[in-house]
Nanobody, 128 residues
Framework: QVQLEESGGGLVHVGDSLRLSCVAS????????MGWFRRAPGKDREFVAA????????GYADSVKGRFTISRDNAKNTMYLQMNSLKPEETAVYYC?????????????????????WGQGTQVTVSS
């Protein structure tokens, strides 16, 4: 099974930017959709962004549209989340995940239940 590891989280001030990375080891995930989710204190894990196996299509939660950009570099087995203009309410643990149930699917799921492999998460803290 694939292993995922997030990195790039940290403590930033409101309005700052962060770039998260998610690296796969042991196998590639190049044929599958991937996504980013986050879990804020006291809240359920929620969808942030996702993209198709080749990055041709992307999707975002309404709350992050225009500020976040999801991308992937399959040659490096890595997915990214560029987060700009961060808000305090976006303090959360950010997780990357892979949907292994659909091969070369020209779309992506947005539900946590459609993703099969998860990283351990990386903490993002936005101070005000």
């Amino acid at each position: 099974q694939v292993q995922l590891e997030e990195s790039g989280g940290g403590l930033v001030h409101v309005g700052d930017s962060l770039r998260l990375s998610c690296v796969a080891s042991g196998r590639t995930f190049n044929e599958y959709a991937m996504g980013w989710f986050r879990r804020a204190p006291g809240k359920d894990r929620e969808f942030v962004a996702a993209l198709t196996w080749n990055g041709a299509k992307t999707g975002y939660a309404d709350s992050v549209k225009g500020r976040f950009t999801i991308s992937r570099d399959n040659a490096k087995n890595t997915m990214y989340l560029q987060m700009n203009s961060l808000k305090p309410e976006e303090t959360a643990v950010y997780y990357c995940a892979v949907d292994l149930s659909r091969y070369l699917w020209d779309s992506f799921p947005t539900s946590i239940y459609d993703y099969d492999i998860w990283g351990q998460g990386t903490q993002v803290t936005v101070s005000s």
